[in-house]
């Protein structure tokens, strides 16, 4: 199974690694499984070439491109056609606009309060094998133990978990596309806005049902020895430009075994920006814009361009 949070919600557990506990974890030494995961991962290419779309409205143009939330410094991903894309565009669309340090800052306490909950230690909401395997993980990672995460709520700890490897690996959330584009295009002046706020995405898993939350916690204890390895086939994918390989690593077996998740972190989603995206394209004041959401949003048969498509606006790939 792949991981729930990579496909779903990987921006926002970037965008949390600013907590110090993750950054704390993140500076230890990387554990046996992220070297494996290193050893037998597909080649990155440091010159990527990454899938770019242009969509026609009645008014208004949008390049689509599909982003990845955490990466490696040394990939040069901005080609030719993205700065062209980019410099002919008025405004950047995002997942959310609240990219930068200072949002997560201010964000920090609503975190804590959905995220913490002292009286009902998280030994109490999981199993015990669970817990075992929550212990053995954050030994991995260079933390204490599975004592470090009782007062957490099963959501943060599973957010925590999603992103702390791949950072141990040479990921940063700081090289991600979202905040790279949002801080080249805020210095060139232009306005960035988000399809979604942080608070919303904040709420989309801290409301789950516990059940749910604690489903999602086991499979990603599961599935943590491969998470680095299937960070790195997906970025591998995602250099190349290879959509459909992304479709059916993040997003078919999801739709499969956890169909409920998959309308939740996905469909939904999906349709919401392509609504979104279909107004951008039809109101005359929009101009040229440049929309960036996760990759897997634009791979499979639920994909955004799948959707723009039924609503009858067509995506030229831009080569």
Request: glycine share 8%; net charge negative; aromatic share 6%.
């Amino acid at each position: 199974m792949k991981s729930f949070a990579r496909v779903g919600m990987l921006g926002l557990a970037a965008s949390m690694s600013c907590l110090g506990f993750a950054q704390t974890a993140a500076k230890a030494p990387a554990g046996g499984a992220g070297e494996q995961a290193t050893v037998t991962a597909p080649a990155i290419l440091t010159e990527a070439t990454p899938a770019l779309w242009k969509l026609k409205g009645v008014h208004g143009t949008v390049y689509l491109f599909g982003s990845v939330h955490v990466m490696k410094k040394d990939v040069h991903w901005e080609t030719a056609k993205v700065k062209d894309a980019l410099g002919s565009s008025g405004t950047l669309y995002l997942e959310i606009a609240e990219v930068d340090d200072a949002s997560m800052a201010a964000a920090q306490p609503a975190i804590l309060q959905l995220g913490v909950d002292a009286e009902h230690p998280l030994s109490t909401k999981i199993s015990k094998e669970d817990v075992d395997l929550l212990d053995a993980a954050l030994k991995t990672l260079g933390m204490p133990g599975e004592q470090t995460f009782e007062p957490m709520q099963p959501w943060l700890v599973y957010l925590t978990l999603s992103v702390l490897p791949a950072m141990q690996a040479g990921y940063d959330p700081n090289s991600g596309i979202d905040k790279l584009l949002a801080a080249e295009e805020t210095a060139a002046g232009k306005p960035v806005k988000g399809f979604e706020t942080l608070m919303a995405q904040i709420h989309m898993v801290a409301d789950m049902p516990q059940a749910m939350q604690v489903k999602i916690l086991h499979q990603t204890l599961v599935d943590l020895p491969k998470s680095v390895s299937e960070v790195n086939s997906m970025v591998a994918d995602w250099t190349r430009g290879d959509v459909e390989a992304i479709g059916k690593m993040d997003n078919d077996e999801m739709k499969e075994k956890y169909p409920d998740l998959y309308q939740l972190l996905l469909v939904k989603r999906n349709e919401a920006f392509a609504d979104a995206l279909t107004k951008i394209l039809n109101d005359p004041a929009t101009g040229t814009v440049f929309a960036a959401v996760g990759a897997a949003h634009l791979a499979g048969s639920d994909s955004v361009l799948k959707m723009l498509g039924a609503r009858g606006i067509a995506a030229e790939r831009v080569e």
